[in-house]
């Protein structure tokens, strides 16, 4: 952690107490340098093994125009999973041939817009949705790339509501329906089809999930060459790799990560004589999580004797609902008193009417004072992308730095933004 001369945290060679007097708080702060350092690391570990692979940014960790003018410059493509994150790469001019589409629901009104942006592929994830999109594109008289969600069935060592490749899940075609399901897809005329999809779940920190799905899959595309003499092009494994959110959390090697999946996938494809497909992944925390902190200002501040020291800072579940929902881990900074001893333990609440509106349980902190800026990290990953507007609270701005530049790239919404759209009915004002 990086400090300087007034005791001040340091993010991203930005003295972070400035940033929060210049822009005010609750405020987001996203480091432009922190995410392509990410970005290569990941791109470099493909880099190194002769394959042929393409990543692509998910969206949903964190989505607004400049971050898809970033991605867009570093080559990747993007996943998006509804017709908001899709529109918002249109209006970034985000080159529609490397947009993956996703989504377990995906609307009529979706999937045409889809077909007429021209996106690269649909991520087809139900038989339903696959007999509406053939329907569609037959009408268009046009074809759709697709690939297809499986579940493989495995169940990732992470938070519940996070897993996704367990056998209960909403998202993606049972392994055990997989082929019956390519077989009709291969005789629809509106449908092309490129590849196979997985992915297993987030906030993954052990290969093993990740090769036990490569080898599902790759038995899958034996299989499909088998019995349909299908070549499978494309094979998806999904996004998952977790980040350090706590100091001592188990540390995730990118490089060593890749190198295993793709040796499961060379020595399948020897052991089964398939050709190799085009190898896909789909990060999203791992691209933005810590290159995003959050900053507040302490306000209320409340000690229950023998119990607990409740430490109130002026946003909460509504720019962070990652605690109250999967009982998160965040780490935190006192940014003005970075170099300071710490004091107390303390428990970071928000100010939204709500008992589970936590940001951090039992926290040792310097002693905490009203005006205090707390800095919370590795906030980059699902934080602006879940807020909401509970109790109509506005949601904060973001700013972007590269280098020694700081601009906001989101406003922060005003008390007019919030009712902007609400209307009297008729009846009320007669
Ligand atoms: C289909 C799909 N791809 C990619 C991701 C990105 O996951 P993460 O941000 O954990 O890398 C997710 C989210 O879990 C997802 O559902
Ligand atoms: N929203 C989750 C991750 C789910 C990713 C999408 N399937 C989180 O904050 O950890």
Not at 167 to 179: H, L, P, T, V
Not at 190 to 216: D, M, N, R, T
Not at 251 to 256: D, L, M, N, Q
Not at 407 to 428: A, Q, S
Request: glycine fraction near 8%; charge should be neutral.
């Amino acid at each position: 952690m990086k400090i300087d001369n007034n005791n001040h945290f340091i993010f991203s060679g930005h003295d972070t107490v400035e940033l929060a007097k210049k822009f005010g708080t609750p405020l987001y702060v996203l480091s432009e340098d922190i995410i392509r350092k990410n970005a290569i690391k990941i791109i470099k570990a493909f880099e190194k093994e002769n394959v042929d692979f393409q990543i692509i940014y998910a969206g949903k960790a964190l989505l607004n125009i400049a971050m898809c003018y970033i991605i867009k410059d570093l080559n990747m493509g993007l996943d998006v999973v509804s017709g908001g994150e899709l529109y918002t790469a249109k209006k970034a001019s985000f080159p529609m041939e490397k947009i993956y589409f996703h989504g377990n629901n995906k609307s009529k009104e979706e999937l045409n817009m889809a077909i007429d942006l021209g996106v690269g592929r649909i991520v087809v994830d139900s038989e339903y949705e696959l007999e509406l999109l053939n329907h569609l594109c037959i009408e268009k008289n046009k074809k759709a790339s697709v690939l297809f969600r499986i579940n493989p069935g495995i169940e990732a060592h992470t938070h519940k509501y996070i897993q996704t490749g367990q056998e209960d899940s909403k998202f993606g075609i049972s392994i055990k329906q997989a082929k019956n399901f390519i077989e009709k897809a291969r005789n629809m005329q509106g449908i092309i089809i490129k590849g196979l999809h997985c992915h297993i779940g987030s906030q993954i920190l052990e290969e093993y999930p990740y090769k036990i799905a490569a080898k599902i899959m790759m038995d899958l595309i034996k299989e499909l060459k088998i019995k349909y003499k299908l070549v499978i092009e494309e094979l998806n494994l999904g996004g998952g790799f977790g980040i350090e959110y706590l100091k001592g959390d188990s540390c995730f090697s990118v490089e060593k990560i890749v190198n295993e999946i793709l040796k499961t996938i060379q020595d399948q494809s020897l052991k089964y004589q398939v050709k190799i497909p085009k190898i896909i992944i789909e990060p999203g925390r791992y691209v933005v999580g810590n290159a995003g902190i959050t900053l507040y200002e302490i306000g209320a501040i409340k000690s229950i004797p023998g119990i607990r020291k409740y430490v109130s800072v002026n946003g909460g579940m509504v720019d962070n609902p990652r605690t109250a929902l999967y009982d998160a881990k965040y780490h935190a900074v006192i940014a003005n008193k970075v170099n300071e001893k710490e004091k107390e333990l303390v428990s970071i609440s928000g100010k939204c009417c709500e008992s589970g509106d936590m940001l951090i349980w039992d926290i040792p902190l310097p002693v905490c004072e009203p005006g205090d800026i707390l800095a919370v990290l590795a906030t980059g990953a699902y934080n602006y992308s879940m807020a909401s507007n509970y109790n109509r609270i506005p949601k904060p701005p973001m700013i972007l730095l590269k280098g020694s530049k700081a601009e906001i790239i989101v406003k922060g919404e005003t008390y007019e933004d919030i009712i902007r759209n609400d209307k009297i009915p008729t009846w009320l004002l007669e």
